[in-house]
């Protein structure tokens, strides 16, 4: 089993800035996928951006210039930096790692809230 726990959520103004973190522990393999994920209400979860071991990373069109995800491979903790927020950014940031062996194990962590007003 692996546990997420998300931090850094809250509450800030068209132009601000946030910074996630979600740190792994437990059960984790050495090549894996951490990212982020986020679900506005009402909307589909969908992808943020994510991250593998080796450094590859993938990012939503919507995000790309102004989120940045980083990783620390050495203590399984990724991190998602947001600048130049957007009230369309609102959303539950849900952490989420892949990682595989002869099958694929996914899991979420509980999600933190992500609220961008004036």
């Known amino acids: 089993q692996v546990q997420l726990v998300e931090s850094g959520g809250g509450l800030v103004q068209p132009g601000g800035s946030l910074r996630l973190s979600c740190a792994a522990s437990?059960?984790?393999?050495?090549?894996?996928?951490m990212g982020w994920y986020r679900q506005a209400p009402g909307k589909q979860r969908e992808l943020v951006a994510t991250?593998?071991?080796?450094?590859?990373?993938n990012y939503a069109d919507s995000v790309k210039g102004r989120f940045t995800i980083s990783r620390d491979n050495a203590k399984n903790t990724v991190y998602l930096q947001m600048n130049s927020l957007k009230t369309e950014d609102t959303a539950v940031y849900y952490c989420?790692?892949?990682?595989?062996?002869?099958?694929?194990?996914?899991?979420w962590g509980q999600g933190t809230q992500v609220t961008v007003s004036s």
């Open positions: 991250k593998t071991t080796g450094g590859s990373t």
């Open positions: 989420n790692i892949i990682q595989r062996n002869y099958r694929a194990y996914e899991y």
């Open positions: 437990g059960k984790i393999f050495s090549i894996n996928t």
